[in-house]
């Protein structure tokens, strides 16, 4: 994944927000945090946090030693001199090892100097949340809630997709194939979602299809064309509007209420794939107890 998704030079690298983001994102992540010491020799935050590890017998808290590095305006990976007295730093606050929170990336340098002092029984070991994994756990993982606050024009920009099942419900166009959830990210009013109605005097809905506007769209609405069928259309990127969704929902729902005979089974099928795939863009974040009750629901018997 690219990180042009997340522009981190948002947040103000001359302030603390970084470390106010590391410290939030840790926690979220599942760590607690011990403290926020104070700035090394190095110029940077260090931050304490802890985990319960599970061993064979009994559980165990595991201390690290949390290093920020906000160099996301100059884009310079963090080196091993950016991280001055690291064995003292890590020895002082008796940590069993290391993080280096970062909104580049590390260098081989420094990677190459945590991994000698893991080999020589220095620290237990070492992670390395950089740029890319960031990104990953903000659009992918679900913490919006963090993207939102601390990095607001790159929400408005990536609308991140929150997962609703336990992997994406894809959304691919019918001609072409390009996966339409995931290209909102970076594209706006370039799909539509087609009902497909007879020429007949029922109007029924006989098919719906998504697709990418344009060459797309039309080769798919010229087969319709030749089946004395026409085509109604509504924009895909609109229908991520929270109460344009919703009125799209109802009015279907109106539809189906007036005439149990409007969709045809083919037509209903593929209606409510495209809800529960776009539910991923419109629909909020859920907590992990939501996620654990949706989980318990739809394991029910003929509960969906």
């Not at 201390?63 to 003292?88: F, G, P, T, Y």
Request: aromatic share 10%; glycine share 4%; proline share 3%.
């Amino acid at each position: 994944m690219s990180s042009k998704l997340i522009d981190f030079t948002e947040i103000d690298p001359d302030g603390e927000l970084w470390e106010l983001f590391a410290r939030d994102f840790l926690q979220e992540v599942g760590f607690f945090v011990e403290s926020t010491p104070d700035r090394g020799a190095d110029g940077g935050k260090d931050i304490l946090v802890t985990e319960q590890l599970q061993g064979n017998l009994n559980k165990y808290r595991f201390k690290w030693l949390v290093s920020c590095k906000h160099n996301a305006k100059s884009n310079k990976s963090v080196s091993e001199k950016d991280e001055i007295n690291l064995q003292e730093r890590l020895d002082s606050f008796g940590a069993d090892g290391f993080i280096g929170f970062y909104s580049t990336i590390p260098s081989s340098g420094l990677n190459n100097r945590l991994t000698a002092l893991k080999d020589k029984q220095k620290i237990k070991d070492f992670r390395m949340f950089d740029n890319r994994l960031i990104e990953n756990y903000l659009i992918r993982i679900g913490f919006s809630k963090l993207l939102m606050r601390y990095l607001p024009n790159s929400y408005k920009k990536v609308k991140p997709v929150h997962l609703i099942t336990s992997e994406l419900i894809p959304l691919e166009c019918e001609h072409c194939g390009k996966e339409l959830i995931e290209s909102l990210n970076n594209e706006t009013y370039g799909a539509v979602v087609c009902h497909v109605i007879s020429n007949d005097d029922s109007e029924k809905i006989i098919d719906i299809y998504w697709a990418c506007k344009g060459t797309c769209d039309t080769k798919l609405e010229e087969k319709y064309h030749r089946q004395s069928a026409t085509t109604a259309w509504e924009d895909i990127t609109d229908l991520v509007i929270p109460a344009m969704f919703l009125r799209w929902v109802l009015t279907s729902m109106n539809q189906m209420r007036e005439n149990p005979e409007m969709y045809s089974d083919e037509a209903y099928k593929k209606h409510k794939h495209f809800i529960m795939a776009m539910s991923q863009k419109v629909l909020r974040e859920m907590t992990e107890d939501e996620k654990q009750r949706t989980i318990e629901l739809i394991n029910l018997p003929g509960y969906i």
